[in-house]
Nanobody, 117 residues
Framework: QFVESGGGLVQTGGSLRLSCAVT??????????MGWYRQAPGKQRELVAA???????KYARSVEGRFAISRDNDNTMVYLQMSNLKPEDTAVYYC???????????WGQGTQVTVSS
């Protein structure tokens, strides 16, 4: 189970930090690559950032240099630090176990991020 939080309304150029609490044991959590995804109205859900069990990260081209993903294996948390936000970042953001760019488990409720111009 994934519980996302930290979204909100910000102006262009602002920052937000999203958090995702993952309901599992630390020993299981640290085995998986975790990802943050987003879905804008009328669009498909897309992978924004991912972090492997050893901390290697990858980002969608549209967010590279602005977003940073991190994880806390002991507390089974995943974070997404978002900076220099743009209106096109407006979406519902979700976290999940990432397998090949897709979420592998049932989705949580997500957290809404709205960037005003």
């Amino acid at each position: 189970q994934f519980v996302e939080s930290g979204g909100g309304l910000v102006q262009t150029g602002g920052s937000l930090r999203l958090s995702c609490a993952v309901t599992t044991s630390g020993s299981v959590f640290r085995l998986f690559t975790m990802g943050w995804y987003r879905q804008a109205p009328g669009k498909q859900r897309e992978l924004v950032a991912a972090i492997t069990k050893v901390g290697e990260t990858k980002y969608a081209r549209s967010v590279e240099g602005r977003f940073a993903i991190s994880r806390d294996n002991d507390n089974t948390m995943v974070y997404l630090q978002m900076s220099n936000l743009k209106p096109e970042d407006t979406a519902v953001y979700y976290c999940n176990i990432d397998v090949g760019g897709n979420g592998a488990r049932a989705w949580g409720q997500g957290t809404q991020v709205t960037v005003s111009s």
